[in-house]
């Protein structure tokens, strides 16, 4: 796992090109917000859901997500709560388990009662409590994490900082946060057409997060060739003001 400290400054004013324009999904600015929410979550409910197991192996991901949560990564020594913001089929909570202290309680939610199912089946175990959740609403108090993981959800808001800010409240002073979005270059536009989300450039969500209460404190990349490439997404460790 790689990182960088800083935001690259060839991020700034970056501007998508014609190819991008044309892949990117449309459904979540075309749609109002409540329909939209309802397409997406028969998306995953369905067929695109199913096969998110599949298309893990297929990307890398599945093999890939654990050298996210290592200690030269993202560490999650020490957290006692940890929040699995978006869980899905459980790809994430399966390492958050592993790499977590042992008497660590991990929570996860996810808008898709069937990708729930999904993750209950994959990960039967005592510690990680599953249940459903809109993450513009979330049902838990005030500073209750000590840490937060949330991948490849927050593409799924036209405006994150709701989102963010909801996920800031819930994360203790001090806490930290693993975010995963899809980045705008070619082949975060043809993850958009598949899973109808938008893209962000880096320092357009950098900004957001700053806006949040989350410092930006230093970015994440699965190898070299990922950065280089600029490969598998944003991946960056935030830290709540």
């Known amino acids: 796992m790689k990182t960088q400290k800083t935001l690259p400054a060839s991020a700034n004013g970056r501007r998508k090109n014609g190819l991008q324009t044309a892949l990117e999904s449309r459904q979540l600015r075309k749609k109002p917000a409540t329909e939209y929410k309802r397409f997406i979550q028969g998306h995953y409910d369905g067929i695109a859901g199913k096969l998110t197991g599949l298309t893990g192996i297929l990307t890398g991901h599945e ?3 654990g ?4 200690p030269k990564a993202f560490d999650l020594r020490g957290c006692k709560r940890i929040l699995d913001a978006g869980c899905g ?3 994430y909570s399966k390492f958050i388990l592993k790499q ?3 008497d660590a309680f991990i929570t996860g939610f996810d808008l898709s009662q069937r990708m729930l199912k999904r993750a209950r089946r994959r990960i039967p175990n005592s510690r990680l409590s599953l249940s459903s ?3 513009t609403r979330l049902p838990y108090p005030d500073a209750h994490f000590d840490a937060l993981v949330c991948g490849w959800v927050l593409e799924h808001l036209l405006d994150p900082r709701p989102g963010l800010k ?3 409240r819930v994360l203790a002073p001090g ?3 693993l975010l995963m979005t899809t980045e705008d270059t070619l082949t975060g536009s043809m993850c ?4 109808h989300c938008r893209t962000y450039g880096r320092f357009e969500l950098a900004s957001f997060c700053e806006e949040s209460g989350l410092r930006w404190k230093r970015e994440l990349y699965f190898s070299q060739v990922h950065k280089f490439f600029r490969l598998g997404g944003i991946i960056v460790e935030l830290r709540k003001e």
């Open 63 to 65: 093999v890939l997500a």
């Open 67 to 70: 050298y996210v949560f290592k």
């Open 89 to 91: 089929n459980g790809r």
């Open 100 to 102: 977590a202290d042992p």
């Open 133 to 135: 959740a809109d993450l």
């Open 166 to 168: 909801e996920l800031a």
């Open 175 to 177: 806490g930290k946060f």
């Open 192 to 195: 958009s057409r598949i899973w």
